[in-house]
């Protein structure tokens, strides 16, 4: 499968996506929370991943500038009828756009944030040094993604399987030692590690990286 296979994925999934319940809204509640106080007034803010814009409506009104990006024109396409249902949001902007497809300026970002996002990129230390040039000094990588090296093995199996047939986007398969030391490596240094679910096993790390 291809980065357009998994746009196909994201845009035949994204009407059931969209109709989804959150499973853990207290955990969700909790990373909203925290990423709320880790923001700025006068922050610009980039969303990686953004899905069908339920964090990123959530976010905006706490920062100056919110860009909150999809590889999938469908799931942008709900993101903005959200959008528009939720009343004026005169800073935020959604876009079909991927990290490889934003280009670096002079005003850049405070903070880049990536929600179930980093174990769906197809080069993961590629990936982190894109965000580190698109982040202005000290800006704040936030992300928190699932760690399938960490999970039942079981998963490892199947994923490649559903991927063949059209069932599942690619995943990548690190545990969250290893997302830890690529963070590093890519230049950022971690300032926080947490788990926010209420329930289950939690395998989705929370973290607060700096960049150096």
């Given at each position: 499968?291809?980065?357009?296979?998994?746009?196909?994925?994201?845009?035949?999934?994204?009407?059931?996506?969209?109709?989804?319940?959150?499973?853990?809204?207290?955990?969700?509640?909790?990373?909203?929370?925290?990423?709320?106080?880790?923001?700025?007034?006068?922050?610009r803010?980039?969303?990686?991943?953004?899905?069908?814009?339920?964090?990123?409506?959530?976010?905006?009104?706490?920062?100056?500038?919110?860009?909150?990006?999809?590889?999938s024109?469908?799931?942008?396409?709900?993101?903005?009828?959200?959008?528009?249902?939720?009343?004026?949001?005169?800073n935020?902007?959604?876009?079909?756009?991927?990290?490889?497809?934003?280009?670096?300026?002079?005003?850049?970002?405070?903070?880049?944030?990536?929600?179930?996002?980093?174990?769906?990129?197809?080069?993961l230390p590629?990936?982190?040094?894109?965000?580190?040039?698109?982040?202005?000094?000290?800006?704040?990588?936030?992300?928190?993604?699932?760690?399938?090296g960490?999970?039942?093995?079981?998963?490892?199996?199947?994923?490649?399987?559903?991927?063949?047939?059209?069932?599942?986007?690619?995943?990548?398969?690190?545990?969250?030692?290893?997302?830890?030391?690529?963070?590093?490596?890519?230049?950022?240094?971690?300032?926080?590690?947490?788990?926010?679910?209420?329930?289950?096993?939690?395998k989705?790390?929370?973290?607060?990286?700096?960049?150096?």
């Amino acid at each position: 499968m291809s980065i357009a296979d998994d746009a196909r994925f994201w845009n035949r999934s994204a009407r059931k996506y969209a109709g989804g319940r959150i499973s853990d809204e207290a955990g969700y509640a909790r990373t909203l929370e925290r990423t709320l106080a880790l923001l700025k007034p006068d922050d610009r803010v980039l969303e990686l991943g953004c899905g069908t814009g339920t964090t990123a409506i959530r976010l905006a009104g706490g920062v100056k500038n919110y860009l909150a990006t999809d590889i999938s024109a469908d799931m942008i396409a709900i993101a903005e009828e959200r959008k528009h249902a939720a009343g004026s949001f005169t800073n935020l902007v959604f876009s079909m756009a991927t990290v490889e497809t934003l280009v670096p300026d002079p005003a850049q970002f405070n903070a880049v944030l990536g929600f179930n996002y980093l174990h769906l990129v197809r080069d993961l230390p590629g990936t982190l040094r894109r965000i580190h040039c698109l982040l202005a000094a000290q800006g704040l990588l936030i992300t928190k993604t699932p760690c399938v090296g960490d999970m039942n093995p079981l998963i490892r199996l199947v994923l490649p399987a559903m991927r063949a047939i059209g069932k599942a986007p690619y995943a990548g398969i690190f545990n969250a030692t290893e997302l830890s030391r690529h963070m590093t490596a890519g230049g950022f240094d971690i300032l926080a590690t947490e788990f926010h679910a209420t329930k289950g096993n939690d395998k989705r790390p929370y973290i607060v990286a700096r960049k150096r």
